[in-house]
């Protein structure tokens, strides 16, 4: 069974930045068509961050809309690591966060039902 592996998570403050890495156990990077991140804080629903998507030459990245400008998604296929560049953190940031990679041809990079493995999660919290 694949498993995305996770590392980066912290303590950090307010304006600080933070990089988390995955990296899939068992399988190459570019054999997936989609690759993301979700987010979940405590009692609130996993929310879509950003994701990758992929066909042939071509990629789109996609981001939520409470991340964009601060947040950059990126993939190394090389390292066969994909990243997340988080800058000018918040406290609303503070959450669990989770990558996710998709093995199928996916329209809608912020579902969660479009991603079949997932990581294991790594805790951010951001300290004001």
């Known amino acids: 069974q694949v498993q995305l592996v996770e590392s980066g998570g912290g303590l950090v403050q307010a304006g600080d930045s933070l990089s988390l890495s995955c990296a899939p156990s068992?399988?190459?990077?570019?054999?997936?068509?989609?690759v993301g991140w979700f987010r979940q804080a405590p009692g609130k629903e996993r929310e879509f961050v950003a994701a990758i998507r992929w066909r042939g030459s071509t990629s789109w990245t996609y981001y939520g809309d409470s991340v964009k400008l601060r947040f950059f998604i990126s993939r190394d296929n090389a390292k066969n690591t994909m990243y997340l560049q988080m800058t000018r953190l918040k406290p609303e940031d503070t959450a669990v966060y989770y990558c996710a990679a998709a093995s199928t041809y996916a329209s809608a990079p912020g579902d969660v039902h479009e991603y079949g493995d997932w990581g294991q999660g790594t805790q951010v919290t951001v300290s004001s």
């Open positions: 068992g399988r190459t990077l570019s054999s997936y068509t989609m």
